[in-house]
């Protein structure tokens, strides 16, 4: 054998011996795991309850800015506040069902609703950011919820030992006590 054949026949053996040596150290591919469709929404707490709203219903979430009270509104509207030179009606969503907020007020924020011509902040208890949910963990029973909240809840995901809600805002925005917050 001459002295070129000699090293291209060292340098094949060796990388035959560096693809065993890897054969040997490689992991395996991932067992196949079959996918669940997930379905995901914006989470906030409010009435000591757990809720989340579609994604395309929220455009927006945001602490509670400064806001001016209005004169001769519902109770439930907090005020107007300007957000990026737009004015922004805020909307206090515990006291629209009858109840308080109930939590600290550094905790609050306010989910953006911009939605045809109604642009609406709904101040809630507290966000959790996005949450996703397994279709299959859906179940369409709203009997546990305050009368008040149940036309505007269309089921809820299970979650370990939590319930979210699924509220729309979109609902709420078709409600006519709702667009129309003028005092009585």
């Known amino acids: 054998m001459t002295e070129p054949q000699a090293n291209e ?3 094949f053996k060796a990388l035959v011996e560096l693809a065993g040596r890897s054969k040997h150290f490689a992991r395996g591919l991932p067992a196949q795991v079959a996918i669940k469709p997930h379905w995901s929404g914006i989470g906030f707490s409010l009435m000591g309850r757990r809720f989340v709203a579609p994604m395309d219903e929220v455009s927006e979430m945001l602490e509670v800015p400064p806001y001016t009270r209005l004169p001769g509104v519902q109770p439930w509207v ?3 506040a300007n957000v990026r030179g737009r004015l922004l009606p805020l909307f206090d969503l ?5 109840s308080k907020i109930s939590s600290h007020r550094k ?4 989910l953006i609703l911009d ?3 109604l642009y609406s902040g709904l101040i809630v208890d507290q966000v959790f950011g996005m949450q996703h949910f397994p279709v299959d963990t859906f179940s369409d029973d709203n009997s546990d919820l305050p009368k008040s909240l149940a036309p505007f809840v269309s089921g809820a995901y299970r979650q370990g030992e939590n319930q979210w ?6 609902s709420l925005a078709d409600e006519p006590r709702f667009t ?4 009585d």
Do not use: I, K, L, T
């Not at 809600?165 to 979109?170: E, I, K, L, Q, Y």
């Open 9 to 11: 026949s060292r340098a």
């Open 78 to 80: 907090r005020g107007v």
């Open 94 to 98: 515990a006291a629209f069902f009858g």
């Open 107 to 110: 905790q609050r924020r306010v």
């Open 115 to 117: 939605r045809d011509e």
């Open 165 to 170: 809600n699924v509220f729309s805002p979109a």
């Open 180 to 183: 129309n917050a003028a005092e």
